[in-house]
């Protein structure tokens, strides 16, 4: 039997030239004097695809030989970032296409900048799930991503007069040459209706779904190219459409305008990703998304994934289900309705498999962060699955009974019903019954999950709980978004680091190399002249690269506290224009803020509204001769991130002990060369462990310290009275200074910190001025601030996401690789 051949692509300028003009002629329809940017960087983005066309063709092929197990990551959001520099990187393409292009005339950076970021994530979730499948298809480990193809993304962050409004992200709207939709592949999804009770062939009574409506999902498949592995993983995002029974029905009934209504309504189900990102709102169409892209990945993996006559008995064989916090949760019962109702197993046998083919990671500790799914609501749209959770936690509470017959109390606590303020399904108890395995995303939050959230689960399945501390990619994140430091890396310790990140260890003696301290410098300084130059050109902000970059950089939650970065901004001005610090005594600084808030979330628009008068009162007053000021470009995003990042010298995570899970952010900023300011919280703990206390500048209350304060009864106007600086700084915020003599503005922000202070923001008021002042300090001796930066690139190695996949697939998943060929 012959085996049909995969076409291969020859890796030459000039065969690149010839596709890419093939793809612009005959894919784009236009001839090269007339072609507009967007046409070239289509033209360009398909031909490098076609490149790494033959890996991902042989991956499938090798897949279905082998039938090896796969990792299917569940998750709502991926938020990729842009896409033509990994694939020019994974192809290796760069050079081949600088020079083909360049013998057209063409400059590669302009059409870089054409490509619209697929902005399908919130932030340190979805950017968490992109890095994790870079690392898998790196580590050639089998993985399907699985989520939904929002048509509009993160919205557009402007600023009006300061004041954040959102615009849609219409990513689309020029076309994306990084998908392959498959419409013939599409599945049906029901929703609503009733549940019957029936007799089978045997007389065993029964009970089915009899669904109200349904929709179709098309896949639009994306590839994941490893680095150097030969491997292209799958990415498959769902999108919704009517179903052809839908319209026709309504269509046949006479009324066009109602059929026409009815597509609508299927196709608003992917239409927006939600910008919410810690407080779920329980809005029906968020649980129609989540239910949707789930009952379309089960679908998919078991009618097309696995072969025809599968013994689905084996399914954990072949799938682990890895669930990306709560939101595809509702997965478990699909998996048992498909099970139970449909291939018609008994409850116990479909329990036994759905319990080892998933696994939860969970990923806050805010109680108001937890999804709850109100039995009203579930009921409407999934009565079978409410059936099914209720059957799930009866079955739960009775073995819970079993386990502490005089502790009634215990067994409601862990109910996965909550009964009160209003009848509902607690999702994250769901996945921990459910789960084979229940993982934190940093040591302490892991410990904190035991301890705290899920203690009670803890104790009665003390093996279940496990921690994978997370990580990032170094090929987006170092590689590819810092070439001059990768070059100086490489040049010292070659360039194995790219794939194994420990090497970076052979960083350490050189932190003491004068010479290789100045070449370190002298490209953060560089660094530093490239954000100038975007900030300029995309934002009109003009900072001054020979100053301190301190960099904040990420949502705007109270709990993560810009406002006390602010406060002391704040402070260090009020100082300064009273006369009680003198200008020549400032470290010159540019304080770089970015963040986004949920449109809904009132209290961080106005701190957003804050830290931009603010900005705008430092930047206008001469006096301070531009020492002190502020950036705080609109729409921080992935690309803002990757040109930030690596000219920061000073990273702010300084979120409340506690309540930061992890945060990756901060492992970007240590990778790059930036030292931390932070609190004892998330991954920073390890950070500082990793980078030792003297790289390392750490302040403010730990977690139980927090605890105990919170028990005694937090009295934030205490600082406000005993602290004079403090006092001064909210003086005068409050005094109108930041807004044209207006008291009113930012009375609200003032108040909430005076009077409920959530976060405790005024608590480590005086710690974290005091650590500010160390850093001024440090910073002043360059050669020991460039040693220090240099240590924590060379100690950084661990918060590689191909380690936290290690950990994985180690501690979880049990998918060993699989070599391409
Ligand atoms: C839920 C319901 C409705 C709409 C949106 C949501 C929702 C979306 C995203 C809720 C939470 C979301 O993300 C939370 C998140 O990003 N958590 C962060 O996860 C990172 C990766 O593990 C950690 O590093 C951060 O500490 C943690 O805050």
């Given at each position: 039997e012959t085996i049909p051949p995969i076409a291969v692509r020859e890796h030459t300028v000039d065969a690149f030239v010839r596709e890419f003009l093939r793809e612009l002629n005959f894919g784009q329809g236009v001839d090269l004097t007339r072609a507009s940017v967007n046409d070239k960087y289509l033209a360009m983005a398909r031909t490098v695809r076609h490149y790494l066309m033959t890996r991902w063709l042989s991956t499938l092929r090798r897949q279905s030989e082998l039938q090896a197990k796969s990792v299917a990551y569940l998750s709502a959001e991926f938020l990729l970032g842009r896409q033509l520099d990994n694939a020019l990187l994974a192809a290796d393409l760069e050079d081949i296409v600088t020079e083909g292009l360049a013998s057209l005339g063409i400059e590669l950076d302009e059409l870089r900048q054409a490509e619209v970021e697929p902005g399908l994530g919130n932030g340190g979730l979805g950017r968490l799930a992109a890095c994790f499948i870079d690392s898998l298809a790196t580590m050639n480990v089998p993985c399907i991503g699985y989520g939904i193809r929002y048509e509009y993304g993160i919205f557009q962050q402007t600023f009006v007069d300061g004041e954040q409004v959102e615009k849609p992200d219409d990513w689309l709207r020029l076309g994306s040459p990084w998908e392959f939709p498959h419409p013939e592949s599409a599945v049906t999804v029901d929703f609503g209706g009733s549940v019957e009770q029936y007799q089978d062939d045997d007389g065993v009574v029964k009970r089915r779904w009899v669904p109200g409506w349904s929709v179709l999902g098309v896949p639009y498949n994306y590839m994941v190219p490893g680095y150097e592995s030969g491997r292209v993983n799958t990415l498959r995002l769902w999108s919704a459409r009517a179903t052809r029974a839908f319209d026709l029905e309504i269509f046949n009934s006479g009324d066009y305008a109602e059929a026409v209504r009815a597509q609508t309504f299927a196709?608003?189900?992917?239409?927006?990703?939600?910008?919410?990102?810690?407080?779920?709102?329980?809005?029906?169409?968020?649980?129609?998304?989540?239910?949707?892209?789930?009952?379309?990945?089960?679908?998919?993996?078991?009618?097309?994934?696995?072969?025809?006559?599968?013994?689905?008995?084996?399914?954990?064989?072949?799938?682990?289900?890895?669930?990306?916090?709560?939101?595809?949760?509702?997965?478990?019962?699909?998996?048992?309705?498909?099970?139970?109702?449909?291939?018609?197993?008994?409850?116990?046998?479909?329990?036994?498999?759905?319990?080892?083919?998933?696994?939860?990671?969970?990923?806050?500790?805010?109680?108001?962060?937890?999804?709850?799914?109100?039995?009203?609501?579930?009921?409407?749209?999934?009565?079978?699955?409410?059936?099914?959770?209720?059957?799930?936690?009866?079955?739960?509470?009775?073995?819970?009974?079993?386990?502490?017959?005089?502790?009634?109390?215990?067994?409601?606590?862990?109910?996965?019903?909550?009964?009160?303020?209003?009848?509902?399904?607690?999702?994250?108890?769901?996945?921990?019954?459910?789960?084979?395995?229940?993982?934190?995303?940093?040591?302490l939050h892991s410990q904190l999950l035991r301890d705290k959230v899920l203690d009670d689960f803890a104790q009665h399945w003390p093996e279940k709980f496990t921690n994978v501390t997370n990580g990032v990619t170094p090929r987006r994140f170092l590689k590819l978004s810092n070439p001059g430091l990768s070059g100086l890396i490489t040049e010292a310790i070659g360039d194995g680091w790219v794939t194994d990140l420990d090497r970076l260890k052979g960083l350490e003696p050189l932190a003491d190399d004068a010479e290789f301290r100045r070449r370190f410098r002298e490209i953060k300084h560089a660094n530093k002249l490239r954000i100038a130059d975007v900030l300029e050109r995309r934002d009109g902000i003009v900072v001054d690269p020979e100053t301190l970059f301190d960099v904040m950089v990420k949502r705007l939650h109270e709990y993560k506290r810009q406002t006390l970065k602010l406060l002391h901004i704040v402070s260090l001005y009020e100082q300064i224009t009273t006369g009680r610090l003198a200008l020549a005594d400032v470290t010159p600084r540019t304080f770089a803020f970015g963040a986004k808030a949920a449109p809904g979330y009132v209290m961080a628009k106005q701190i957003i509204a804050l830290i931009n008068a603010v900005g705008r009162t430092l930047n206008e007053d001469t006096s301070l001769e531009g020492r002190l000021r502020i950036a705080f470009p609109a729409n921080y995003n992935v690309t803002?991130?990757?040109?930030?990042?690596?000219?920061?010298?000073?990273?702010?995570?300084?979120?409340?002990?506690?309540?930061?899970?992890?945060?990756?952010?901060?492992?970007?900023?240590?990778?790059?060369?930036?030292?931390?300011?932070?609190?004892?919280?998330?991954?920073?703990?390890?950070?500082?462990?990793?980078?030792?206390?003297?790289?390392?500048?750490?302040?403010?209350?730990?977690?139980?310290?927090?605890?105990?304060?919170?028990?005694?009864?937090?009295?934030?106007?205490?600082?406000?009275?005993?602290?004079?600086?403090?006092?001064?700084?909210?003086?005068?915020?409050?005094?109108?200074?930041?807004?044209?003599?207006?008291?009113?503005?930012?009375?609200?922000?003032?108040?909430?910190?005076?009077?409920?202070?959530?976060?405790?923001?005024?608590?480590?008021?005086?710690?974290?001025?005091?650590?500010?002042?160390?850093?001024?300090?440090?910073?002043?001796?360059?050669?020991?601030?460039?040693?220090?930066?240099?240590?924590?690139?060379?100690?950084?190695?661990?918060?590689?996401?191909?380690?936290?996949?290690?950990?994985?697939?180690?501690?979880?998943?049990?998918?060993?690789?699989?070599?391409?060929?």
């Open positions: 196709e608003n189900i992917s239409k927006v990703l939600y910008p919410e990102d810690s407080t779920p709102q329980g809005k029906e169409l968020r649980l129609q998304q989540q239910y949707f892209f789930v009952a379309c990945s089960i679908k998919d993996f078991v009618d097309q994934v696995l072969p025809q006559g599968f013994d689905l008995h084996k399914l954990p064989e072949r799938i682990v289900f890895q669930l990306n916090d709560t939101h595809p949760v509702i997965a478990v019962p699909e998996l048992m309705r498909v099970l139970v109702d449909e291939k018609g197993w008994d409850w116990d046998d479909a329990w036994a498999t759905t319990q080892q083919c998933f696994a939860y990671t969970c990923h806050t500790l805010l109680p108001e962060a937890l999804e709850v799914w109100p039995v009203e609501l579930l009921g409407r749209l999934l009565p079978r699955h409410l059936e099914i959770i209720y059957r799930i936690n009866e079955e739960f509470l009775e073995e819970l009974r079993e386990a502490y017959p005089d502790d009634e109390l215990r067994v409601r606590r862990m109910s996965i019903i909550a009964e009160y303020p209003v009848r509902a399904v607690r999702m994250a108890y769901l996945a921990t019954v459910a789960g084979s395995k229940v993982n934190g995303v940093a040591a803002l991130a990757e040109t930030l990042i690596p000219a920061a010298d000073l990273s702010e995570q300084i979120s409340l002990a506690g309540k930061e899970a992890s945060g990756t952010g901060n492992m970007k900023f240590m990778l790059n060369g930036a030292l931390t300011i932070g609190t004892d919280d998330g991954a920073n703990v390890e950070i500082r462990q990793l980078v030792g206390d003297e790289n390392f500048f750490l302040f403010g209350l730990d977690e139980p310290q927090v605890a105990e304060i919170v028990e005694r009864g937090y009295q934030p106007s205490a600082y406000y009275e005993t602290n004079a600086d403090l006092r001064r700084a909210l003086d005068l915020i409050l005094s109108g200074a930041f807004s044209g003599g207006d008291r009113h503005t930012f009375e609200p922000v003032v108040a909430n910190l005076l009077h409920e202070d959530r976060f405790l923001a005024l608590a480590d008021f005086q710690a974290y001025v005091d650590a500010q002042a160390k850093v001024d300090v440090a910073y002043a001796d360059q050669e020991a601030w460039t040693r220090s930066a240099v240590l924590n690139v060379a100690r950084g190695g661990f918060f590689s996401s191909d380690r936290s996949m290690r950990d994985y697939i180690d501690r979880i998943w049990h998918t060993p690789p699989v070599s391409p060929s």
